[in-house]
């Protein structure tokens, strides 16, 4: 799983936040009172503004992690695609008709890999998404428009 640096960078500046309100508030609290200024509410007020801050950019810092974690549940798979389907040269590609992208070839592919069956060839039809699957001696149609393939009886 990825981490988003910026989200850890923010979560660090919190609580160096918190942490610096609350030393510079004992030590601004406990000084002697100068230039006529109640050294006590000086030192509140950086521990209130430190703690205020921090909360602020612990919220962000959490923020980007939850984003980051939605933007990594598609990531693998997307990877996994790419690695493990190679593309063969299209002289050599008989069992796959030329105009199949190579998103939806892999996308079949997998789609029947995790059944444990062997893709054989892929043709497009004329409506767009809609792919003739030859996979385990059978013909399916396939539709690719939605988050997952929809297998249609043929």
Same mark, same amino acid.
């Given at each position: 799983?990825?981490?988003?640096? #910026? ?5 660090? !500046?919190?609580?160096?936040?918190? &942490? ?8 601004? +609290? ?5 230039? +006529? ?14 703690? &205020?801050?921090?909360?602020? !950019?612990? $919220? ?8 980051? $974690? #939605? ?61 003739? &699957? ?10 690719? +428009?939605?988050?997952?393939? #929809? &297998?249609?009886?043929?």
């Amino acid at each position: 799983m990825k981490k988003n640096p #910026i989200a850890t960078a923010l979560f660090i !500046l919190g609580v160096l936040s918190i &942490v610096g309100g609350i030393i510079l508030g004992v030590v601004y +609290g406990t000084e002697e009172p100068s230039y +006529g200024y109640d050294q006590r509410t000086l030192g509140w007020s950086f521990v209130i503004y430190g703690a &205020v801050w921090g909360v602020v !950019l612990l $919220g962000f810092s959490e923020i980007i992690k939850l984003l980051q $974690g #939605i933007y990594n549940q598609g990531a693998p798979e997307k990877e996994r695609a790419e690695e493990h389907i190679s593309t063969p040269p299209p002289e050599t590609d008989k069992g796959f008709a030329g105009n199949v992208s190579t998103a939806a070839r892999s996308e079949i592919v997998n789609f029947y890999k995790k059944k444990g069956i062997t893709v054989e060839g892929i043709e497009p039809m004329e409506k767009e998404y809609f792919y003739l &699957v030859t996979a385990g001696g059978k013909q399916e149609i396939v539709e690719l +428009g939605g988050f997952k393939p #929809i &297998v249609h009886p043929s």
